[in-house]
Nanobody
Framework: VQVVESGGGLVQAGGSLRLSCVAS????????MGWFRQISGKEREFVAA????????YYGDSLEGRFTISRDNYKDTAYLQMNDLEPEDTAVYYC????????????????????WGQGTQVTVSS
């Protein structure tokens, strides 16, 4: 399974970015997918996760409302739309995928994901 993120960059506070994540590889079912972020020297933080079906989403504390996770299963792609960005959102954002046969499962713990992307830097300037 390969996981590839894209879409990071530099944006001013109050701006928006959309991250994309493609998961590819053979699986009996589909992939639960999630986004995490990590600031240098700190633990990886849960951002958002979505079920294989796309019907269920969970968000990290205080992020719902500014961040939206979605997916397009025809493209095997998950998205993280980030609006009203703040300097505190500056981090490396990682996408994770976990093959599942249950379409409604959402995974919010980093330790439950086996496959990770390389990360994409998001920098929000004040």
């Amino acid at each position: 399974v390969q996981v590839v993120e894209s879409g990071g960059g530099l944006v001013q506070a109050g701006g928006s970015l959309r991250l994309s994540c493609v998961a590819s590889g053979r699986t009996l079912g589909g992939y639960a997918m999630g986004w995490f972020r990590q600031i240098s020297g700190k633990e990886r933080e849960f951002v958002a996760a979505i079920s294989w079906s796309g019907d269920y989403q969970y968000y990290g504390d205080s992020l719902e409302g500014r961040f939206t996770i979605s997916r397009d299963n025809y493209k095997d792609t998950a998205y993280l739309q980030m609006n009203d960005l703040e300097p505190e959102d500056t981090a490396v954002y990682y996408c994770a995928a976990q093959p599942l046969t249950t379409p409604s499962v959402v995974i919010t713990s980093a330790s439950d994901y086996d496959y990770w992307g390389q990360g994409t830097q998001v920098t929000v300037s004040s």
